[in-house]
């Protein structure tokens, strides 16, 4: 009874697997097309790859993408983790869970309402301070917004197990402020600061509609252009591209697997999404 | 140290007022102008009283409920038999590794597989079914949202799962209750927890897709999030806009309501 029960357990999970992962086989499957759709394979041919290269516009953008993605993820984790600090440090029971909920509102609004208000409030920016051009500027910021929260959730837990009196002792023994986040403090964060770093990174690639809201002509990210062109249309560069993306989605994948097994399990990409 | 880190933590209070706050704050007010910017009630008037707006909120929320219910019909099975096989770190990642391809090629994905010459239409005329067109129907639109939430249904109820202490199970069993009994009474009961942070993971933003619905949906499936766009960016009413946002962002504490509920008087 038992063994019949764990077979179909893995013919249920085999199902669940195909269903998750034939559409992105399919999706590079048909960049090694030799036509032209994605209806016919007609033979094999890597002509798609080298259009996909040649195309400096669209390679420009990946560049943009990862740019954006590597600052707003260093700047947001900068902010979150002094943010994380300051509220591990609230003494008061009230005004901490308060902190939190603020904290934890843009992760759980939907993108369209933080992409819709952020356009709102960079244009209402724009009429007070002057000029303000919806461009990289904009998407940034909204990136790195978007981002503290996540920072802040990995990070805070980090505290938690922290020892205090180990900072009381340093302080004891004379260390200064600086000495105490520098040697005491941010080693214990470290593995919730990387985490964080991480997460806030694969936010910011994986973004779409909060940067179609607060992005103007001059600027766009890949998920933007994929975008505009899928509404055109099947082409078969974009097969070629989502290659490359699965290839370093496994390559940041294995790399979190190594630094989640450094930190612990809990800290999977559960709980918060966009 | 405390005067240290209030220096530091400044950068994160700028962050707090301005985009947590003020957007807050912005949205609600700008759903009571009109398009010239003075004070009105007509936003949400227009939105009580012609039909067309209550009926494309009930047609969304009805929507990502079944987006919610399948993928959760479809998640707790295959989370619950993650947690019995071996290499379950390596299994969890496997479901983690496709919410890292951006959701726009995997939406693109679908055009191809869905379009009248594409696959399903092969593998149907294979066993002799007539082409059927998938893109642009309500059912394409479920199921390109469901596929890409899955995962996020997947995560919470596998880490409920296996937060479970397996003594619990012992206990069940020794005392006499049968699998089926020791799954409803037990496992389920304390695996809640996941469930309802996967609802909350999928129900929302099933509210609110909006490019799936361009993409796959054509113009046929409304949701929320389509309607707050074409109102922001197209026809570029932002007070109507901003009015449909308020109606998503108090559906969004309903929901967090109903799912967070029992956490009060909950296990810890």
Known sequence: ?274 | MKKYNTLFAIPYFIWLVLFVIAPVILIFGYSFLDSQGHFTLANYATYFASGKYLMMTFNSVWYAFLITLVTLIVSYPTAYFLTKLKHRDLWLLLIILPTWINMLLKAYAFIGIFGLHGSINHFLQFFGLAPHQFLFTDVGFMVVAMYIQLPFMIIPIFNGLEELDNSLIRASRDLGANAWQTFTKVIFPLSLEGVKSGVQAVFIPSLSFFMITRLIGGNRVITLGTAIEEHFLVTQNWGMGSTIGVVLIIAMFIVMALTSERKKGGKR
């Open chain 1, 1 to 274: 009874m038992k063994k019949s029960r764990f077979k179909w357990s893995n013919l249920y999970l085999i199902l669940v697997f195909c269903f998750l992962y034939i559409p992105i086989f399919y999706l590079m499957f048909y960049a090694f097309n030799a036509g032209s759709t994605m209806n016919k394979f007609t033979g094999f041919s890597l002509a798609h790859f080298g259009e996909l290269f040649a195309d400096t516009r669209l390679i420009i953008i990946l560049l943009n993408t990862f740019i954006l993605a590597f600052l707003s993820a260093l700047i947001a984790t900068l902010i979150g983790t002094f943010g994380a600090l300051f509220i591990y440090y609230v003494k008061q029971n009230r005004s901490k869970t308060l902190l939190l909920s603020l904290n934890n509102i843009l992760m759980v609004s939907p993108d369209v309402i933080i992409g819709a208000s952020f356009l709102i409030l960079f244009t209402t920016l724009g009429t007070a301070v002057g000029s303000l051009n919806l461009g990289f500027i904009t998407v940034l910021l909204s990136h790195i917004a978007f981002s503290i929260p996540i920072v802040v959730l990995m990070v805070l837990p980090k505290m938690q197990e922290m020892n205090d009196s180990m900072v009381d002792a340093a302080r004891d023994l004379g260390a200064s402020n600086f000495q105490v986040l520098k040697d005491i403090v941010l080693p214990v964060l470290s593995p919730g600061i990387i985490a964080g770093y991480f997460m806030a990174f694969t936010y910011s690639l994986d973004d779409f509609a909060v940067t179609f809201f607060v992005t103007g002509n001059g600027f766009t990210t890949l998920a933007v252009e994929i975008y505009s062109r899928a509404r055109r249309g099947v082409s078969l560069e974009i097969n070629a591209l989502s290659t490359l993306v699965f290839l370093m989605a496994l390559i940041l994948v294995i790399g979190y697997y190594y630094i989640s097994q450094d930190t612990g399990k809990n800290n999977s990409k559960g709980g918060g999404v966009k």
